[in-house]
């Protein structure tokens, strides 16, 4: 059985790179691309779905839960990185890499705090699972996704990636140890009009 493991969709300070606020919505956009990969996940019969409490998780995972008939379950562990009084600012104009600082900003939680909060949590989605007769959907964030990949998934060497975690992005991976993943950062149920910008902020 596998964990079908999810980006949520664009906000408008993805686009205008703004480390977000709690509180932050879809955009339009983002709303479009929610509907697009909710009919994309629902022809593969999940039997749950997981969510991020953060607004633009949450109306990601309630577009799949129209498409599947689902309740949605939230866990306040995959929420992303808290970067505390950073949050509201934008992230070019901080002149340091805020995504890849170790230490705590002020008000928020370290690098290593993070780390552990979301690996525990990946135990506990393989865990909800093996109760489950098929998949679960997590809904998450792209700090959250890239922490999974870089230090906890099996990622074959065919399908290595270098690009950004894109919004709506679908990985796949096997619910037991070692979390083999089957596919990853796909976003080939969007369409022109709802294609993820590459430059806009992946994380924060």
Not at 7 to 27: C, F, I, K, Y
Not at 140 to 147: I, S
Not at 148 to 153: H, I
């Amino acid at each position: 059985m596998s964990l079908l493991m999810v980006r949520h969709g664009e906000t408008a300070l993805n686009v205008a790179r703004v480390l977000q606020p709690a509180d932050t919505p879809l955009s339009e956009t983002g709303r479009r691309q929610a509907a697009l990969l909710a009919a994309r996940v629902a022809a593969l019969r999940p039997a749950g779905i997981v969510s991020s409490p953060l607004p633009r998780a949450l109306q990601t995972a309630e577009a799949i839960a129209a498409a599947t008939g689902l309740p949605i379950e939230r866990m306040d562990a995959l929420q992303e990185r808290n970067f505390g009084d950073l949050r509201g600012r934008s992230y070019d104009g901080l002149g340091f890499d805020a995504l890849r600082m170790d230490e705590a900003p002020p008000g928020g939680e370290s690098a290593a705090e993070f780390s552990a909060r979301v690996t525990a949590a990946l135990a506990e989605l393989a865990a909800q699972q093996a109760r489950l007769d098929g998949p679960l959907v997590v809904v998450t964030h792209g700090l959250v996704l890239r922490v999974w990949l870089d230090g906890v998934l099996q990622l074959p060497e065919a399908l290595a990636f270098s690009g950004p975690l894109g919004n709506t992005a679908l990985t796949v991976c096997t619910a037991l140890p070692p979390h083999k993943v089957e596919l990853v950062n796909c976003t080939a149920h969007l369409d022109e009009r709802s294609a993820h910008q590459g430059s806009s902020l992946v994380g924060g």
